[in-house]
């Protein structure tokens, strides 16, 4: 039971270069969520989903598309990367019945 | 105004020493709180849900109170395990969507 995988773990992009982050859970997990988190913010909600083929916009979507066409996976997508978009990302899940289980993170860095 | 707001510390105390932390919420209407536990550069791992009534689970204790809308965190006899940032979660609209606040950091000095 690998509970919530992110990958990648690093990145480093050029800023107008696309990436997809791509994360996976194993729990049947209705909900899915990608924050990221930078020093004095804390954790944002940047899109997240309730189900499989629906997704909605958090705090922060501004330069960021996803998709949930299977349950078990969340994509986030940068389409053309920019350096305010440097920052830790954590993909996380959960029903309705438990906490959040967040993945360890990808460390972007655009340049 | 923000969602959740906690004081960022730094707080340094010495181990053994009792601890507590305090978060604001701004929304009357949120349904669920949480404490989560960030060790540094790693992912936010749950340490306590917040219940109406308190909760208690060994060493750490959280409150909810309503009429202030707050939050609090209790740790009593710190380790040195126990250096962390705890992050104060609310749950305003349902949906399952949470806003964090920043963290506040803790360590315990030997």
């Known amino acids: 039971n690998a509970g919530v995988t992110q990958t990648p773990k690093f990145r480093v992009l050029k800023t107008g270069q696309s990436m997809t982050l791509l994360c996976a859970q194993d729990m049947n997990h209705e909900y899915m969520y990608w924050y990221r988190q930078d020093p004095g913010m804390g954790l944002r909600l940047i899109h997240y989903?309730?189900?499989?083929?629906?997704?909605a916009k958090g705090e922060v979507p501004d330069g960021y598309n996803v998709s949930r066409l299977k349950k078990q996976n969340f994509l986030l997508g940068l389409e053309s990367a920019a350096p305010s978009q440097t920052s830790v990302y954590f993909c996380?899940?959960?029903?309705?019945?438990?906490?959040?289980?967040f993945g360890n993170g990808t460390r972007l860095t655009v340049t | 105004r923000k969602e959740v707001e906690q004081d960022p510390g730094p707080f340094n105390v010495p181990e053994g020493a009792t601890v507590a932390f305090n978060c604001t919420y701004s929304n009357s209407a949120s349904q669920s709180f949480f404490w989560y536990r960030q060790d540094c550069r790693k992912e936010p791992k749950l340490l306590m849900s917040?219940?109406?009534s308190g909760n208690e689970d060994g060493r750490f204790t959280a409150q909810l109170n309503r009429a202030s809308q707050y939050i609090s965190l209790l740790i009593r006899d710190s380790k040195l395990s126990d250096s962390a940032t705890y992050l104060c979660v609310v749950n305003p609209y349902g949906a399952n969507n949470l806003f964090f606040g920043t963290g506040t950091r803790l360590t315990v000095i030997p």
């Open positions: 917040v219940y109406s």
């Open positions: 996380a899940s959960a029903d309705s019945n438990s906490p959040l289980h």
């Open positions: 989903s309730v189900g499989e083929g629906t997704t």
